[in-house]
Structures are given as C-alpha cells and as structure tokens.
C-alpha cells in the first residue's frame, strides 16, 4: 500500500503562484496513475489534473488548463501541481490519489484509491 503525504498549500493572492507536492512511499507497483482532486467550500470533490507513471500523459480539468502543471520526478516518487495564475475560486483542499487499475488518466474519480489529509489553497487578497 502506497503512503502518500500532500504538501506545499498555503495563503496566497489572486494571480500568484504555488507548488504543491505528493511524496509517495512504498510502491508495490509500477503502472499507475496519480491524480489531483480538490474539494472547495460548499462543493463536491473534483479532478483537477491527473499523470501517467508510464507514458507521462496528462489530463486537466477545464478550469486550470493553461494555469496548472502537473510534472513528476520518479527519483524522488513525487508528483507537483504548479498553480499559477490563481484566483479565488481555486480555494480549495487539494489531495492526491493513486489510481486502482492502469495508469491511464482516463478514469473516473471512483477508480483512484483513498483519499488522505489534503492540503489547504486559500486564493484571497
């Protein structure tokens, strides 16, 4: 079972910039995908970007493409999500989840695993 640890959330103003990280340990596997999700106030939890572990496609979700990165570094079995450009309504708690079958980024948020503590993105002057 992998353990995964989200980090890099924090107070930022509108248009600036945050990184955020999933450190992961104790892979048992090799083809997966890891997504992020974020739950705002008062709404339901959604994808925001997700990577492939084997081919390293991406996905985004419609809101932050062209704001949002997200990159890899396998050495280090972690995942970012560079947030640029941010505004309030990306005020949210963001997680990262592993998916259970495949790596493609193809899925529903039902195919990704559980979800952990999050980290706090508050977008506000």
């Known amino acids: 079972q992998v353990q995964l640890v989200e980090s890099g959330g924090g107070l930022v103003q509108p248009g600036g910039s945050l990184r955020l990280s999933c450190a992961a340990s104790?892979?048992?596997?090799?083809?997966?995908?890891t997504g992020w999700f974020r739950q705002a106030p008062g709404k339901a939890r959604e994808g925001v970007a997700c990577?492939?572990?084997?081919?390293?496609?991406?996905r985004y979700e419609d809101s932050v493409k062209g704001r949002f990165t997200i990159s890899r570094d396998n050495a280090k079995n972690t995942v970012y999500l560079q947030m640029n450009s941010l505004k309030p309504e990306d005020t949210a708690v963001y997680y990262c989840?592993?998916?259970?079958?495949?790596?493609?980024?193809?899925?529903?948020?039902?195919?990704?695993?559980?979800w952990g503590q999050g980290t706090q993105v508050t977008v506000s002057s």
């Open positions: 990577i492939s572990s084997t081919d390293g496609s991406t």
């Open positions: 104790a892979f048992t596997k090799d083809d997966y995908a």
């Open positions: 989840r592993v998916s259970l079958y495949g790596s493609s980024c193809l899925q529903t948020l039902e195919d990704f695993g559980p």
